[in-house]
């Protein structure tokens, strides 16, 4: 009850977070956000130690666990979070796990969060109950749907191996639900996980007794990167400040000056995310979550960092930021958009679900529109360049090196373009930036279509025959 005590410090004037959080220059929520993530590992330790050979008590532990970490950072704003947990109780279980159980959750679960934003968002970084009511959104989104799933099963339909994977006969029990949804490790920021891992978890499906010491090897090696990710964080935002692109100064800098500082920024206010992501999955494999397959306890990690660092393209940093969150994404929006008939549309109709996730503010649905126009663009250029003899010769000898460099500063530099918006929210504070950038990136991106296609699908017809790639 580690929280509850810090919590009971602060209410009667002696809690050290106010002045730890004033020497490290950070506010006091963003504090007991870090604290609260720290005792994801030790609680782990706790489990496996204490708790885990008492099966009756696991579930009381996760639910007694997370609601005080819920009662730390967010008061008694924590029943927010059991709201809809009873709603999906008392709903599949008057109308069923099925279509009209899945699309009430959808719609309950999205307009409480909406709602939740429209009374507690400012315009700056807010950390309030809404923070872990985003990720449980998807969860139990994800659960309705999984639900759905096992019944279709049950008749015998057809589904895609992944949606095998996460299917469900029966519906959890209350008390499962809510050790599902307070699950210490990961409720305040994610990852988000299914209900079929945390039933398989609770059940002793994963050998945790026999890969104990590779659990607690690649638990500590998170931990460790995690907090390095952390110091990172700390340095880079404190020499690439949002600040500074928003002062006069900055209008005195050259405009490549100031793509550059802006991507850097950008990959810096990453690290952000990445410390938290780093953090919580090593309390979850340290918990036994995270079993993937023999040796390895992956399965629930948010960053992959190799292909997140070693970006060349924004497909690369889909693939390798927020895993979980575009794995929800694809599968139970993107995929269930088939009907829409187009991949552009379901693709568009996506990112617009993940924009109002993340909340109503302007910026958020300007980052996603980014990503949109970005990624079109990419997958067409790279698809008529990749088939040419002149880009695999590129790769393939010492112009490969100085290609990757353009290539990677290019990442860098629109990532600051369009991240702006996402961490500044409010329109009057993200157009002024992109103006001091000479809007780049819809110079870049929003012609492509109309303008820079058919430029260059001219310059390819006029390679030599066998040089010249099959273009539409």
């Known amino acids: 009850m580690i929280g509850l005590f810090l919590a009971a410090l602060a209410w009667v004037g002696i809690s050290p977070i106010p002045l730890l959080a004033a020497a490290i220059g950070t506010t006091e929520p963003a504090l007991n956000l870090l604290v609260s993530i720290l005792l994801g590992f030790p609680l782990g330790m706790v489990y496996n130690s204490h708790v885990r050979h008492h099966t009756r008590y696991r579930n009381l532990f996760f639910i007694v666990t997370g609601v005080d970490i819920a009662l730390f950072n967010f008061g008694l704003s ?12 008392v709903s599949t279980r008057v109308l069923g796990a099925g279509p009209l159980n899945a699309i009430l959750t959808f719609v309950f679960n999205i307009v409480y969060l909406v709602a939740g934003y429209a009374v507690t968002e400012s ?54 639900l809510l050790g599902f949804i307070y699950f210490p490790a990961c409720f305040l920021v994610g990852p988000i996980f299914s209900f079929r891992r945390y039933k398989d978890f609770i059940c002793d499906q994963f050998p945790l007794d026999e890969e104990s010491d590779i659990l607690q090897e690649q ?145 958020y649905y300007m980052t996603f529109f980014n990503e949109f126009i970005i990624i079109f663009m990419e997958k067409e250029v790279e698809g008529m360049l990749s088939s040419t003899q002149l880009y695999r010769r590129a790769w393939a000898g010492p112009a490969r090196w100085p290609l990757y460099a353009l290539l990677k500063m290019y990442t860098i530099v629109f990532m600051g373009w369009s991240l702006v918006p996402f961490d500044l929210k409010i329109f009057g504070k993200w157009w002024p930036i992109y103006q001091s950038l000479y809007f780049s990136g819809f110079l870049i991106f929003l012609p492509w279509a109309f303008a820079y296609k058919p430029l260059l699908k001219r310059a390819l017809r006029n390679l030599p025959r066998e040089e010249r790639p099959k273009v539409n």
């Open 123 to 176: 315009e700056d970084y807010d950390i309030t109950w809404t923070m872990p009511h985003c990720v449980l959104t998807l969860k139990l989104i994800a659960l309705s749907f999984d639900l759905w799933d096992g019944q279709k099963m049950i008749r015998g339909e057809q589904l895609s191996e992944n949606n095998r994977k996460t299917a469900l006969e029966a519906p959890p029990t209350l008390e499962e």
């Open 78 to 89: 924590f029943y927010h979070n059991v709201i809809p947990a009873l709603v999906i109780h």
């Open 219 to 363: 638990a500590l090696k998170r931990l460790a990167q995690g907090i390095i990710y952390l110091i990172a964080f700390q340095v880079g935002v404190s020499v690439f400040n949002v600040q500074y692109m928003r002062s006069d100064e900055w209008w005195e800098r050259s405009v490549i000056y100031r793509h550059i500082y802006c991507g850097m920024w950008a990959h810096c206010a990453l690290y952000k995310y990445i410390s938290c992501w780093l953090l919580t999955e090593a309390a979850c494999i340290r918990f036994g979550l995270s079993y993937a397959s023999p040796g390895r306890w992956g399965a629930c990690a948010n960053i992959r960092l190799m292909r997140f660092e070693g970006a060349t393209k924004f497909q690369h940093y889909i693939d390798s930021f927020n895993c979980n969150t575009n794995h929800f994404a694809a599968e139970y929006v993107y995929k269930r958009l088939k009907f829409l008939g187009s991949r552009q549309a379901s693709q568009l109709a996506t990112l617009g679900f993940l924009a109002l996730w993340h909340g109503v503010r302007s910026g």
